[in-house]
Structures are given as structure tokens and as C-alpha cells.
């Protein structure tokens, strides 16, 4: 048994700048956007600031948009 068994519910991360801390172990967290389920080891798109994931980068810059990609 591991420590996703625990908890079969979505993981609580804390998003930082290119790495993600799990604070409440689970397989998954859920898109922002999407509403899908993300497996921890496919998650590679979330906000930092807004602490919050994203199934993939359209959703990403449908959340975070165009001005922050072109940084105004």
C-alpha cells in the first residue's frame, strides 16, 4: 500500500515556479478550466500565481491569457 491508496480523491499541490509540492497525497488533481482529471506524473501546465493546474497549454492560456504570454 502506498500513499495514494489513502486517498483516492484529488491531490492539494502547491504550485511554484517549474516544481509543485504535494501537501495531501492523491493520484490526480482537476483542470481549472476543463474540469478533467490530470494524473500527478502527466501534470505539466499550472499557474504559480493563481495556484491552479491545467490539463494541457491551451488551457493554460485560456486561464492565464494572451497578456501574460506577451508579459503586459
Known amino acids: ?18 516544481e509543485f509540492a504535494v501537501l495531501k ?4 488533481v482537476v483542470c481549472a478550466v ?11 501546465y499550472w499557474s504559480a500565481e493563481l495556484q491552479e493546474p491545467y490539463a494541457g497549454p491551451a488551457e493554460a492560456l485560456t486561464r492565464i491569457g494572451p497578456k501574460a504570454a506577451s508579459g503586459t
Do not use: K
Not at 34 to 39: A, D, E, L, V
Open 34 to 44: 476543463s474540469g478533467r482529471t490530470i494524473p500527478l506524473e502527466a501534470l505539466r
Open 1 to 18: 500500500m502506498n500513499a495514494m491508496d489513502l486517498n483516492p480523491g484529488p491531490a492539494t499541490l502547491h504550485y511554484g515556479d517549474g
Open 25 to 28: 497525497p492523491g493520484p490526480y
